[in-house]
């Protein structure tokens, strides 16, 4: 069964910066496309960064050069780290496995940015 | 960026009614659209690929259809545990993948 569980969620200031985690099971995170997804409050679901099995990644413009995703293959883990956060990047963010479509979600942890 | 677009934002249905929810891409996304299925505080749960194949364990009463830029999900028989918020999301354009922005269906 696989299992992905987040965690790092919390409040952060703007301009501040954060590092989520997200650990694997029953699944291995270098042998699969690994993507953030996050949700802000009442809204609906944005793309936030892939990586590759290979290691290549890629971001949409709304954060690309403030979040960097990477991966612990020792740990089986993928990590977001988030540098100059804003009150827009107030979300819940999941992290999710990728074939394109998104067959397997973690149950989320939530981000708030603000004084 | 290939934008989805969500219609109607709200469905009112009475629970064993059908239920047909809307798609459109802003350009061809062939047959690489999803649906996803979300209930309050919860993660979203993969429904539908490939425009028409259900995800493992997903019942028969849910069938999607079209292709290129309009697509349906289709409930037959709305059962008390369908009232939730559906998502579309194309993965055509990748990886730059991108959702609708939802269609609620609730209690009528």
């Known amino acids: 069964e696989v299992q992905l569980v987040e965690s790092g969620g919390t409040l952060v200031q703007p301009g501040g910066s954060l590092r989520l985690s997200c650990a694997a099971s029953?699944?291995?995170?270098?042998?699969?496309?690994m993507s953030w997804v996050r949700q802000a409050p009442g809204k609906g679901l944005e793309w936030v960064s892939t990586?590759?099995?290979?290691?290549?990644?890629y971001y949409p413009d709304s954060v690309k050069g403030r979040f960097t995703i990477s991966r612990d293959d020792s740990k089986n883990t993928l990590f977001l780290q988030m540098n100059s956060l804003r009150a827009e990047d107030t979300a819940v963010y999941y992290c999710a496995r990728e074939s394109g479509y998104y067959a397997y979600w973690g149950q989320g942890t939530l981000v708030t940015v603000s004084s | 960026e290939i934008v989805m677009t969500q219609s109607p934002a709200t469905l009112s249905v009475s629970p064993g009614e059908r239920a047909t929810l809307s798609c459109r891409a802003s350009?061809?996304?062939?047959?690489?659209l999803a649906w996803y299925q979300q209930k309050p505080g919860q993660a979203p749960r993969l429904l539908i690929y490939?425009?028409?194949t259900r995800a493992t364990g997903v019942p028969a009463r849910f069938s999607g259809s079209g292709s290129g830029t309009e697509f349906t999900l289709t409930i037959s028989s709305l059962q008390s545990e369908d009232f939730a918020v559906y998502y579309c999301q194309q993965y055509n354009n990748w990886p730059a993948l991108t959702f609708g922005g939802g269609t609620k269906v609730e209690i009528k």
């Open positions: 029953g699944l291995t995170v270098n042998s699969n496309y």
């Open positions: 350009q061809s996304v062939s047959s690489n």
């Open positions: 490939g425009t028409s």
């Open positions: 990586i590759y099995s290979g290691g290549t990644t």
